[in-house]
């Protein structure tokens, strides 16, 4: 079963590709060079977006 829904992966394959090309920027406004920071991005958005994602480890 998968863990993130479709909509969820689609945003972060896009913010992926954001990454790769340059041009995805942090809460701060610097350039995001890692994967992992890029991940998280995506799933934010699309927590915010209402697609399903499960909840932040605390």
């Known amino acids: ?3 993130y829904s ?5 945003k972060v ?9 340059g041009k ?3 809460g ?3 350039k995001v060079t890692s994967k992992k920071q ?3 991005i ?3 958005e699309a927590r915010k977006e209402g697609a399903k994602v ?3 480890k605390s």
């Open 1 to 3: 079963m998968a863990k």
């Open 6 to 10: 479709e909509k969820a992966s689609e």
């Open 13 to 21: 394959e896009k913010t992926m590709y954001e990454m790769k090309e």
């Open 24 to 26: 995805l920027k942090s």
């Open 28 to 30: 701060s406004g610097k």
């Open 38 to 40: 890029a991940i998280a």
């Open 42 to 44: 995506g799933l934010s």
């Open 54 to 56: 499960p909840k932040k």
